[in-house]
């Protein structure tokens, strides 16, 4: 059974920083291209960042680059999203994604950045 069990998320203000992780298990995870996506209410599910099976490649929203840092250990089966400077509009539910020849979701974790 595979699982993605998102961590890190809470209420910052606006400057401040968060580190997501989501943990992965019943995959091979090494095969697998991940993404962190994010929904705020009433808006689409939007893709924030991803990175390449190896780790050798991202990519970032442009709302994020220059802020956002995404990053993986293939040892520990975890993929991290490195947040600083915090904006209001970063307020959202944070979902990692696997994708290889099928696509997994983890369940989210609320990020809310107020002061």
């Known amino acids: 059974q595979v699982q993605l069990v998102e961590s890190g998320g809470g209420l910052v203000q606006p400057g401040g920083s968060l580190r997501l992780s989501c943990a992965a298990s019943g995959l091979t995870f090494s095969v697998y291209r991940m993404n962190w996506y994010r929904q705020a209410p009433g808006k689409e599910r939007e893709l924030v960042a991803g990175i390449a099976s190896a780790g050798d490649s991202t990519n970032y929203a442009d709302s994020v680059k220059g802020r956002f840092t995404i990053s993986r250990d293939n040892a520990k089966n975890t993929v991290y999203l490195q947040m600083n400077s915090l904006k209001p509009e970063d307020t959202a539910m944070y979902y990692c994604?696997?994708?290889?020849?099928?696509?997994?979701w983890g369940q989210g974790t609320q990020v809310t950045v107020s002061s």
């Open positions: 994604m696997a994708l290889f020849t099928k696509v997994y």
